[in-house]
T-cell receptor, first 113, second 115 residues
Framework: NAGVTQTPKFQVLKTGQSMTLQCAQD?????MYWYRQDPGMGLRLIYY???????DKGEVPNGYNVSRLNKREFSLRLESAAPSQTSVYFC????????????FGQGTRLTVV | AQSVTQLDSQVPVFEEAPVELRCNYS??????LFWYVQYPNQGLQLLLK??????LVKGINGFEAEFNKSQTSFHLRKPSVHISDTAEYFC?????????????FGTGTKLQVIP
């Protein structure tokens, strides 16, 4: 069972470069999420998609864009990377009800130099 | 609004000793509570969850948590820890806001099991 798959696992960018983080889930979940994890700050929601065709901002959306390509895939794009975006990024999915658990990918460790 | 507080950023404990990781939450509506575990260089995985019913919830790997509504707490416990329990643990509260599931995570507690 693949669950939630993220690519790439590691990435180093120069300031100003762009990149897209890919995420796919095979559990037929309605909702998908992008989080960033920084030391001492837990997980902070960047963007979410409650269902196919919808996306909305989370707590820290500045500098990011997302695309819910279909029910399976939810990508995160950094248009012009900044050192402050150095972080570990996690994609997650859930059925969407408030009593449902989230399933996480393995994470992407991004360093912006 | 909902929030989660994990007061302890790190908890060292000797192997085979008991441990309690504290979590307090606030929410204006009914909540569902979760504990997730993150092993080094991995994503988060569910340890246990409280949805309703019995306030004592049992999870994987011998962990349990007790929901206390009056104290707005959901502390995680294990009677005897193993080296393999060394990981970071996140408490989370889930509710519905604006028609979507909103999950708020605590800042995490690193459990270090000492041989």
């Amino acid at each position: 069972n693949a669950g939630v798959t993220q690519t790439p696992k590691f990435q180093v960018l120069k300031t100003g470069q762009s990149m897209t983080l890919q995420c796919a889930q095979d559990m037929n979940h309605n909702s998908m999420y992008w989080y960033r994890q920084d030391p001492g700050m837990g997980l902070r929601l960047i963007y979410y998609s409650a269902s196919e065709g919808t996306t909305d901002k989370g707590e820290v959306p500045n500098g990011y864009n997302v695309s819910r390509l279909n029910k399976r895939e939810f990508s995160l794009r950094l248009e012009s990377a900044a050192p402050s975006q150095t972080s570990v990024y996690f994609c997650a999915s859930s059925e969407g009800g408030s009593n449902t658990e989230a399933f996480f990918g393995q994470g992407t460790r991004l360093t912006v130099v | 609004a909902q929030s989660v507080t994990q007061l302890d950023s790190q908890v060292p404990v000797f192997e085979e000793a008991p441990v309690e990781l504290r979590c307090n939450y606030s929410s204006s509506v009914s909540v569902y509570l979760f504990w997730y575990v993150q092993y080094p260089n991995q994503g988060l995985q569910l340890l246990l969850k409280y949805l309703s019913g019995s306030t004592l919830v049992k999870g994987i790997n011998g962990f349990e948590a007790e929901f206390n509504k009056s104290q707005t707490s959901f502390h995680l416990r294990k009677p005897s820890v193993h080296i393999s329990d060394t990981a970071e643990y996140f408490c989370a509260v889930s509710g519905v806001r604006g028609g979507y599931q909103k999950v708020t995570f605590g800042t995490g507690t690193k459990l270090q099991v000492i041989p």
